[in-house]
């Protein structure tokens, strides 16, 4: 624990970021708690483990109520998307990211859903759907819009019902307080609010133009929070058929089952265990997880009954994504005899 504490120590020093906090554990609770110039309970903007913790959830309740098929077809959901390179799309495809949607979009980004759907339906496809996998935030608006529709109420609040029965306290829309408290980012030169320091505002510009609720970024919390979570995916992935819905022991595996997609590791949502990815070289080959933008990551291995979560505000001006990623495997790789 204090070579991990050592890391982020180091990684603070040499500006990757200015703060940081971590929850690591168990499926029975926690056994780590750090942080570096913050609270363990401060919020921090968790970017893009919106895919896997919120957007993946919801999707997960209506598959398993029968509201949502992987195999339904995108064109059945959005009449934009329309053209013989994309018809036989499917929604199983979107969440491994192997749609053929480029990763964002050209221009800036579109206000409001109906531009951001009508752009994203029309838009050329990079690649013959499921030929390989592409990382895409396109495919997880598009996801959001859909869970959405599928579960007639707004992702948001499709998402609150689900944290308030697991004990979790992450939000898209953070409270006032939650705002003051959070760890700031600097919004990037490209946004059109472009140097602002960001605090308790989504720091990606299309989930902004989206209202802060977005299928691929919008999501708040603090370490505890993202652990609570982390708990009970982790209990379910290791067989236990009382966790809350719908993280049942079958939606579970299926979501983090690794996608026959060639070359890919990427599952439904979730990214899998390679040696040479951000959750380092020592977890095992059960392991799922994602990674954010902002300088977050939440790793969980059912093999070794443990969680790694760990925030950072990178985006507050710190350091490349590749020193981010450094920072990362150092730091699982410290806690692997946790």
């Not at 109906?114 to 496809?125: D, P, Q, T, V």
């Not at 993202?226 to 379910?236: C, G, K, Q, S, T």
């Not at 979501?255 to 890919?264: A, C, D, E, M, Q």
């Amino acid at each position: 624990m204090t070579a991990a504490r050592d890391v982020l120590l180091r990684a603070a020093d040499t500006g990757i970021f200015p703060a940081a906090a971590a929850d690591v554990g168990e499926s029975t609770g926690t056994l780590w708690q750090d942080a570096i110039a913050v609270s363990v309970d401060t919020p921090f903007d968790l970017a893009s483990l919106t895919k896997p913790i919120a957007t993946a959830s919801v999707l997960m309740r209506l598959t398993g109520e029968r509201r949502v098929g992987l195999d339904d077809l995108v064109a059945d959901s959005f009449k934009e998307w329309r053209g013989a390179d994309r018809e036989d799309v499917t929604v199983r495809d979107l969440l491994e990211h192997s749609s053929g949607l480029a990763a964002r979009l050209v221009e800036p980004p579109p206000v409001g859903r109906r531009e951001f759907e009508h752009e994203i339906c029309g838009m050329r496809l990079e690649y013959p759907p499921r030929a390989q996998s592409v990382y895409s935030d396109l495919g997880f608006i598009l996801l959001g819009f859909l869970g959405a529709d599928r579960g007639g109420a707004p992702l948001d609040a499709q998402f609150d019902a689900i944290g308030s029965r697991i004990g979790s306290t992450m939000a898209f829309a953070p409270s006032a307080a939650m705002r003051a408290n959070a760890a700031p980012t600097t919004a990037m030169p490209k946004d059109l609010r472009r140097g602002e320091t960001l605090k308790g505002v989504v720091h990606d510009n299309y989930a902004a133009a989206l209202g802060g609720v977005a299928g691929h970024a919008g999501l708040f919390g603090s370490a505890p929070a993202v652990a609570a979570f982390a708990r009970v995916v982790l209990r379910a992935a290791r067989g236990d058929e009382h966790c809350p819905d719908p993280f049942t022991p079958d939606l579970v595996r299926l979501f983090t089952t690794r996608s026959r997609v060639p070359g890919s590791s990427r599952a439904l949502a979730w990214d899998t265990m390679l040696v040479t990815s951000s959750c380092g070289t020592r977890m095992s080959a059960s392991a799922f997880g994602h990674v954010g933008y902002t300088g977050t990551s939440l790793w969980i291995d059912p093999e070794r009954d443990r969680y790694f979560v760990l925030l950072t505000n990178r985006a507050r001006g710190g350091g490349s994504l590749e020193q981010m990623r450094d920072v990362r495997r150092a730091f699982h790789d410290a806690l692997a005899n946790l």
